[in-house]
């Protein structure tokens, strides 16, 4: 959806999606330890910082 989003050049209601997208990514890290996964625990925490900065960003635009 994100990635649709900005395809057609819209960004309402973009922050909101890639702040839920950032918080599922933190269920996954989640999930990752809880199993002692560390490469998935690792790659989720980046990815939601990815999401929640970019979050971030748009909202500031």
Not at 13 to 41: K, S, Y
């Amino acid at each position: 959806m994100t990635l649709f989003m900005l395809a057609v050049g819209t960004r309402t209601g973009l922050a909101p999606i890639l702040v839920v997208a950032g918080l599922a990514q933190l269920g996954d890290a989640a999930i990752g330890v809880g199993r002692r996964n560390w490469p998935m625990a690792v790659t989720c925490v980046g990815l939601a910082t990815v999401h929640l900065l970019s979050a971030w960003w748009v909202a500031g635009q």
